[in-house]
């Protein structure tokens, strides 16, 4: 089993956003990424492709 991947990038300017990349499934989460943009850019830089969206609040 290998380990998540993480990455954290800025959104907004008082905000961050993160990934969590399953290697072995190809699974990938944005947690709380108030912004489409930079989720968009941080994707592309890895090649993940987004499969979850989470949102613990509002």
Same mark, same amino acid.
């Given at each position: 089993?290998?380990?998540?991947?993480?990455? =954290?990038?800025?959104?907004?300017?008082?905000?961050?956003? =993160?990934?969590?990349? $399953?290697?072995?499934?190809? *699974?990938? *989460? *944005?947690? $709380?990424?108030?912004?489409?943009?930079?989720?968009?850019?941080?994707? $592309? @830089? #890895? @090649?993940?492709?987004? !499969?979850?969206?989470? !949102? !613990?609040? #509002?």
């Amino acid at each position: 089993m290998k380990p998540l991947e993480i990455d =954290v990038f800025l959104c907004r300017s008082d905000n961050f956003g =993160v990934l969590l990349h $399953d290697p072995e499934s190809g *699974a990938t *989460a *944005a947690i $709380d990424a108030p912004e489409e943009g930079p989720i968009l850019q941080a994707l $592309d @830089g #890895h @090649g993940w492709k987004l !499969t979850h969206i989470f !949102t !613990t609040h #509002h």
